[in-house]
């Protein structure tokens, strides 16, 4: 009997600290809202020019502490349509299309590799694709929880459109060139998913 006595105090003692030593934190996934978009900037010898979507799908992994902080980004997924994106004048697009080889490269995609989180920053890691290649790249973002349990989401990234083995676009018979570099800008809010 008293064996038996011994046996129930480890087992209590076993489930104590199993309770205990559940990390105070909740794992939640979010997806985009439909008012977040994204827009693509760049130069060129005649103007500047600007193709923006709404279009994005982004899912992230979020952990959460007790008292509500966000303290990790376990995962993140992004991608968009290219074809998608508009810029207000059909020319223009059609060429940044063409130039895309939208027919055989679909999307842009963005893939988290790590991150860090402060309180007002997450400071991403990821691998991007554009046109078929994918760099890793460095993003920082801006973020904002609401009292409603979403995160708003800003920032901005400069790129060349060659380290993508993009020809930057040319227009009116080569009188017009659009400048190499690019910045992919976007304003996104993220709710939680639906279980």
Same mark, same amino acid.
């Given at each position: ?9 480890y ?26 978009? +994204? !827009? $693509?900037? %760049? @130069?060129?010898? =005649?103007? #500047?020019?600007?193709?923006?979507s ?52 679909k ?20 691998? +991007? !694709? $554009?046109? %078929? @290649?994918?760099? =890793?790249? #460095? ?57």
């Open positions: 009997m008293k064996i038996l006595n011994k046996h129930k105090h087992l209590y003692a076993i489930l104590l600290i199993g309770i205990l030593s559940k990390p105070a934190y909740t794992q939640t996934t979010y997806q985009q809202a439909r008012d977040s978009k +994204l !827009t $693509i900037d %760049g @130069t060129s010898t =005649l103007h #500047d020019w600007s193709m923006t709404s279009e994005g799908r982004y899912n992230a992994e979020f952990e959460f502490s007790e008292d509500g902080k966000l303290i990790k980004l376990n995962a993140l997924t992004f991608s968009i349509r290219f074809e998608s994106l508009k810029s207000g004048s059909n020319a223009l697009d059609k060429n940044a299309y063409s130039t895309m080889e939208t027919e055989v490269h999307d842009i995609i963005f893939k988290l590799s790590k991150a860090l989180v402060n309180p007002q920053n997450i400071y991403c890691t990821g691998n +991007l !694709t $554009i046109a %078929g @290649t994918t760099n =890793l790249i #460095d993003l920082d973002v801006v973020y904002q929880l609401t009292d409603r349990g979403q995160i708003i989401c800003s920032g901005a990234k400069k790129l060349k459109m060659s380290d993508y083995h993009i020809d930057p676009p040319v227009f009116m018979f080569g009188t017009v060139r659009t400048g190499d570099q690019i910045s992919i800008s976007f304003n996104v809010r993220l709710v939680p998913a639906n279980p």
